[in-house]
């Protein structure tokens, strides 16, 4: 259902005004708001990253449902907000078929899964020269144990140094 507002690329998105786009705050029946939060500065970021790579946004478009004149966005919410940071005219968007209730709740709760779990040692080693806070990937810290270990070595070494004074 493409109306004047839209028009097809050759990866299959659609392009819809920037203005016709709505955030699910639970408008369709059946399906809730959008369950994420996120900060100005997590936008920002987004936003960022949008930019420097654009075509992520192509590959991971708004996923839509057409409302009257409005198009709700059920899948890309703060793509979306970054989108309206950046003030794009016409953003990325996948014009969901199936709109059944079951579907549409599926699809929003998906689209914002990880499936899998990072693996630190990797990252840490294979690609510390990325900058990955900036890419969203935040490494946990130091687990406490290991943390504990070395304010006892600190404190030995100290107590040592006091000894020679």
């Known amino acids: ?26 408008q369709i029946e059946g399906v809730p708001r959008n369950p994420r939060d996120w900060t100005k500065e997590d936008v920002s970021r987004l936003a960022a990253s949008i930019v420097e790579t654009p075509e992520l946004f192509e590959a991971r478009p708004l996923l839509v449902v057409p409302r009257g004149e409005r198009f709700v966005v059920t899948g890309g919410n703060m793509r979306l907000a970054a989108a309206r940071e950046l003030a794009m005219s016409a953003p990325p968007c996948h014009e969901i078929e199936d709109r059944s209730t079951e579907n549409l709740k599926q699809m929003a709760l998906k689209d914002n899964a990880s499936f899998g779990e990072w693996d630190t040692v990797a990252l840490a080693d294979e690609w510390s020269d990325c900058p990955l806070a900036e890419w969203g990937i935040v490494l946990p ?25």
């Open 141 to 165: 810290p130091a687990p406490v144990e290991e943390q504990e270990e070395e304010q006892e070595i600190e404190l030995s070494e100290k107590v040592v140094l006091k000894k020679l004074k």
């Open 1 to 26: 259902m493409l109306c004047h507002l839209c028009y097809i690329c050759d990866m299959g998105n659609i392009y819809i005004n920037l203005k016709k786009l709505v955030f699910n705050t639970g």
